[in-house]
């Protein structure tokens, strides 16, 4: 491979050795050298890698710059390190047995995990000084390792232990007071990610709380993205999306109850579903889950209506509706994509709210919704 044409030399700081099972240097290098052996080589510094340099245009690639810049002295302390495998590892004797320096000279060097960082930093050089940027690395000899154990070493440093951001969640002060305000309730909101189900009569979690709190809101933007990329909830914790949804003075028992009502809606459609006629009626009403939680928010906020049978009564009704509308309206639009277009969603959700609330002007039901309720909506 590529990298078995690389062989330099690296020094590393405040430097150790493993012996067994295999040969291994690990310590910290300057950020410079390591930049400069990118300059050198570009990609090919990569090639036993998953994945080359991807760029500086990333929230994560973005980060390690800001960290660079911003806080150089804690740059060791904030990025994961780099990992470089070689066919051969040999220390000089440059520096002897004393820990603080110590040169070693590797045959067929290979970075196998770290190229996000190296590659960050080597945009950054000519504008910003490196010099007080550590970072942490281990370099690992294969040479007498067999012929997989580059390639395990590479999978297990690119997959063990990921984390998405989903998991900073746990670190958020505002979160971890909505779990103990809720614990005093007898509710518990899991903000930790775990293999355990997260959804109970008094249980929920990340991936139930935000989606309900976007679809809450009064904006239908925040109920597209849930449902097209319900990641970018969560994925930036000082977003004024969060914010929005999460605002520092917020009443713990919101959540909850916002929790609840979209249970009641997705129970409501699953319903609908069980009598719809056609499979694309069926895949209306599955993938329209998000926009039916929106629209009956907006009109039990507008009716000042949240008991539960009231929520219930509202959900299908809009349910009811929303078919009727994209049956008319969208008949041959896919579903799928319906409900990831903003524009779209906007339609449907004033012509159902306003529809469904003209239903209910009356004390009793609406006569043409008691006449057709119990029939699934016409999409041909």
């Known amino acids: 491979m590529e990298g078995d044409e690389i062989e330099e030399t690296l020094r590393i ?10 040969v291994a240097y690990y310590g910290q290098m300057a950020a410079g050298d390591l930049v400069s ?11 036993s890698n998953i994945r080359q340099f991807l760029g500086k245009g990333g929230p994560a690639n973005s980060e390690i710059i800001h960290t660079a810049v911003q806080r150089p002295d804690l740059f060791w302390y904030f ?4 990992t470089i495998i070689s066919n051969k590892v040999r220390k000089t004797v440059i520096g002897g047995a004393k820990r603080e320096v110590g040169d070693v000279v590797c045959s067929g060097l290979s970075i196998v995990n770290g190229a996000q960082t190296i590659g960050s930093l080597s945009q950054i050089q000519g504008e910003n000084s490196l010099d007080s940027v550590m970072i942490p690395v281990r ?6 390792g067999g012929p997989d154990l580059g390639i395990e070493i590479t999978r297990a440093t690119n997959t063990q232990n990921r984390v998405d951001s989903r998991n900073f969640v746990a670190l958020s002060a505002l979160h971890q007071r909505i779990r103990r305000d809720l614990l005093m309730d007898g509710v518990t909101y899991v903000i930790q990610q775990t ?3 997260e959804k109970g009569p008094k249980l929920f979690g990340v991936s139930e709380a935000f989606p309900a709190m976007a679809c809450a809101l ?12 319900i990641s970018r909830l969560w994925e930036n914790l000082s977003s004024s999306l969060h914010n929005e949804m999460f605002p520092e003075n917020l009443d713990a028992q919101v959540v909850w109850r916002n929790v609840e009502i979209a249970r009641i809606v997705e129970e409501a459609l699953e319903a609908s579903r069980t009598t719809a006629d056609t499979s694309r009626e069926k895949t209306v009403l599955a993938h329209g889950n998000r926009l039916a939680s929106h629209m009956t928010f907006r009109i039990s906020q507008a009716l000042s209506r949240g008991g539960d049978e009231e929520i219930r009564e509202i959900a299908d009704r809009v349910s009811f509706f929303m078919g009727a509308i994209v049956a008319d309206d969208y ?26 609330l003209d239903s209910i002007k009356y004390d009793g039901e609406d006569e043409a919704f008691s006449k057709d309720k119990s029939k699934s909506f016409n999409i041909e």
């Open 139 to 144: 370099v690992i000899s294969l040479e007498n």
């Open 195 to 197: 293999d355990v189900d």
């Open 79 to 82: 990025n994961n390190g780099v």
């Open 218 to 229: 009064k904006s239908v933007e925040p109920t597209v993205i849930a449902k097209r990329e």
């Open 13 to 22: 700081f405040q430097w150790g050795l493993i012996e067994q099972p295999h």
């Open 331 to 356: 008949p041959n639009q896919y579903p799928a994509v319906i409900f990831k277009n903003t524009e779209m969603c906007k339609e449907i959700s004033e012509k159902v709210c306003s529809q469904v």
């Open 37 to 47: 052996l990118f300059n050198k080589y570009n990609q090919r510094l990569f090639s």
